[in-house]
């Protein structure tokens, strides 16, 4: 069993416009260690006999045919045990917000809002997965509102290292319609507005898209934009946050993360220990489009920046223990495909051709929205 404690945790976080449950587990620096298919067919053959006016008789040969031996997929990612849809919208699982942070500034184009639910351990996720939300309340035809789906921003024991909680990274979905009225999307707002000791209506866990690679020396880049970083959050957190009996990365972990302004940078403070534990074996990259530009002018959106690294991302998806993970805005993925086609035609290789391969090895791993 994994034995872990918190780290970085919540308490890195932002505690300006913040609350929290007086239940909620306290986290002290000090305490901060966790840092043969063989087919025969059937046939006939002539025998004649001189009684019978050499009457041709057609005998039908007994054969055995054997179905084929189905050979088992055996899955690069780690998917043993792995738990879905043990709760539905129609019994949802009740849970209660612990705490919930802007961790976005300010100045920031919307609010991103970090909050941990209780679980008591009967959401039993992956990293990688997501869970379903039902706002409270009904909608205009007097139905309960649709759940919605979010990529779980913690790892499998929780931000309490005690795997009885589960976190969540939401932005708040505000927008001027065609008619000029201001539209709230109603999950992120309730999801936002929920204070400490409220209860949440939970579905799921889901997903297998985004699971993490069972090898330990794997090379993992993570591609996120925004709230995308959600999964890379869970991973990154069990590679060098925790310990466990049954895993210890000794791989490369890349992550490029593309926001708009500094100002929306999330959980930065996390990645910077991350290097410091970890030189060797976590890189981080941003790109903030409002702000920075290439050598170009050009604004410097995630595959701006992967552009510069561009000739090391390939040499890296050449090798079979490379996987990526992308998770954000639709759309995302075809920019990153610009990078790739020009570099693989220097090999000879068909860029679209190869990440079909990829998929199939389960080595390109996407989830966009």
Same mark, same amino acid.
């Given at each position: ?56 008789? +057609? ?7 054997? +179905? ?80 919605? =789906? ?67 020396? +794997? ?123 020009? =570099? ?26």
């Amino acid at each position: 069993m994994a034995s872990a404690a918190v780290t970085a945790a919540v308490g890195s976080l932002p505690s300006s416009k913040s609350s929290s449950l007086s239940k909620t587990p306290s986290i002290s620096p000090a305490n901060l260690e966790r840092t043969s298919f063989h087919k025969a067919c059937l046939y006939s053959r002539s025998v004649s006999t001189a009684n019978a006016r050499k009457k041709l008789v +057609a005998v039908r040969a007994q054969v055995t045919t054997e +179905a084929p031996a189905k050979v088992a997929k055996v899955s690069k990612k780690n998917d043993e045990g792995v738990v879905t849809n043990k709760y539905k919208p129609k019994e949802p699982y009740v849970g209660t917000c612990l705490l919930n942070t802007k961790i976005t500034g300010d100045d920031a184009p919307g609010e991103t809002w970090h909050m941990v639910f209780s679980t008591e351990g009967e959401v039993p996720y992956r990293e990688g997965q997501s869970i379903g939300v039902i706002a409270d309340g009904i909608d205009k035809n007097g139905k309960p509102h649709k759940l919605r =789906l979010y990529s779980i921003a913690s790892s499998a024991l929780g931000d309490f290292g005690d795997a009885k909680t589960v976190s969540l990274c939401v932005k708040r979905l505000v927008y001027t319609n065609e008619q000029g009225e201001v539209v709230k999307g109603v999950c992120s707002n309730f999801l936002c507005d929920l204070k400490p000791g409220a209860e949440v209506k939970i579905t799921g866990p889901v997903g297998k898209e985004m699971l993490m690679p069972k090898d330990p020396n +794997a090379t993992v880049i993570m591609l996120g934009t925004g709230t995308g970083i959600a999964p890379f959050r869970s991973f990154l957190w069990k590679m060098f946050f925790e310990k466990h009996d049954d895993y210890e990365f000794n791989g490369l972990a890349w992550l490029f993360l593309g926001v708009p302004t500094s100002s929306s940078l999330l959980y930065k403070e996390e990645f910077e220990k991350m290097k410091e534990r970890a030189p060797d074996n976590f890189r981080v990259d941003y790109a903030v489009s409002r702000e920075q530009a290439n050598e170009k002018g050009e604004k410097m959106y995630i595959q701006t920046r992967m552009a510069e690294y561009a000739g090391e991302l390939w040499e890296l998806l050449k090798k079979d223990n490379t996987f990526v993970y992308m998770c954000g805005l639709k759309g995302m993925e075809k920019g990153i495909d610009d990078i790739m086609v020009s =570099l693989a035609a220097n090999d000879g290789i068909d860029w679209l051709s190869y990440k079909r391969e990829l998929k199939r090895a389960e080595q390109w791993n996407v989830e966009v929205y």
